[in-house]
């Protein structure tokens, strides 16, 4: 039997987090999200005195590549490359609900 803990972090979405709180909250090194930066994976939404911060979107994002990294084994390209696939996914079923009539 496995057993798996889920952490619930509640972020208001007008929130901002430093690189060293999305390493923290996200389980991945400062190493490992400035390759996601440079993979364009997540992005900052802003720089205060120098450091870059992100938004809630980017811990969703990291908490995906996370998973990935770990259950899967991928290095930072091809997280990104699983990333932008799941959300193009993402965008055509929305796609697809909206054009189909209601039962």
């Given at each position: 039997?496995?057993?798996?803990?889920t952490e619930v972090v509640r972020?208001?979405?007008h929130q901002t987090l430093s690189?060293?709180?999305l390493a923290d909250l996200s389980r991945l090194s400062e190493a490992d999200l400035l390759e996601l930066l440079e993979c364009g994976v997540i992005?900052?939404?802003g720089s205060a005195a120098g450091r870059p911060s992100f938004g809630a979107e980017c811990l969703i994002a990291a908490r995906a590549a996370c998973r990935l990294k770990e259950e899967l084994e991928?290095?930072?390209?091809?997280i990104a490359v699983v990333l932008a696939l799941l959300e193009r996914i993402r965008r055509l079923e929305s796609q697809l609900r909206a054009r189909s009539p209601s039962p």
């Open positions: 039997m496995r057993i798996e803990v972020i208001e979405e690189l060293a709180e992005a900052p939404t991928l290095d930072s390209h091809s």
